[in-house]
């Protein structure tokens, strides 16, 4: 498809444990961004990737989490030693170059529970 | 600091009468505005933007929204609300490629 895709679409884990999220942007979007939205919440800033560097990290909200982009395409969200606190939706959207004037466009989002 | 802010956590409106989502925003130099719409179980979509020129931006699915320098406001209408509009809205702003997303407002259309 032409869109932004997510997958798992839902991820149950237990606590401590590692996971891992991928997003798939549109072909040809060097700007791929990183969410989440807990439920009762916006949506938080994560992380920004322009091509397969990410000069904006800030959102990230603790060192167990941490983000790649390869080829300028595919991202991984990796979350370590999960907490219960971390369950929410994780949405990746893309946009064609991150210039403030582009929209993004959205995938699905994983939903993401920790037991 | 850059910020946005939507003062309503819900509205509700009758089906066929206009609605307003409300939207204010602080932010240095001129703002790049956007508004995206998330139905149930579904991604956030994107509706529409102002960038510059003409203040009454027109968007996706009959929506617009109106920026207003001196209020700092970029309100979202519609002159007749449908049910299939019942969703959450997403205001946003960006400036120097960094982009800040209100809380959203839940919108109800009642039949």
């Known amino acids: 498809g032409a869109g932004v895709s997510q997958s798992p679409s839902n991820k149950v884990t237990e606590k401590g444990k590692d996971v891992e999220l991928r997003c798939d942007p549109i072909?040809?979007?060097?700007?791929l961004y990183w969410y989440r939205q807990s439920l009762g919440q916006g949506l938080e800033f994560l992380i920004y990737f322009q091509g397969n560097s990410a000069p904006d990290k800030s959102g990230l909200p603790s060192d167990r989490f941490s983000a790649e982009r390869t080829g300028g395409s595919v991202s991984t969200l990796t979350i370590q030693r999960t907490q219960q606190e971390d369950s929410a939706v994780y949405l990746c959207a893309s946009s064609m170059d991150g210039s403030s004037y582009n929209e993004q466009f959205f995938g699905p989002g994983t939903r993401l529970t920790v037991l | 600091a850059q910020s946005v802010a939507q003062p309503e956590d819900q509205v509700n409106v009758a089906e066929g009468n206009p609605l307003t989502v409300k939207c204010t925003y602080s932010?240095?130099?001129?703002?790049?505005l956007f508004w995206y719409v998330q139905y149930p179980n579904r991604g956030l979509q994107f509706l529409l933007k102002?960038?510059?020129?003409?203040?009454l931006v027109k968007g996706s699915y009959g929506f617009e929204a109106e920026f207003n320098k001196s209020q700092t406001s970029f309100h979202l209408k519609k002159p007749s609300a449908l049910v299939s509009d019942s969703a959450l809205y997403f205001c946003?702003?960006?400036?120097?490629?960094?982009?800040?997303f209100g809380k959203g407002t839940r919108l109800h259309i009642l039949p």
């Open positions: 072909s040809g979007h060097t700007a």
């Open positions: 946003a702003v960006d400036r120097d490629d960094k982009i800040i």
């Open positions: 102002y960038i510059t020129g003409d203040n």
């Open positions: 932010v240095s130099g001129n703002p790049y």
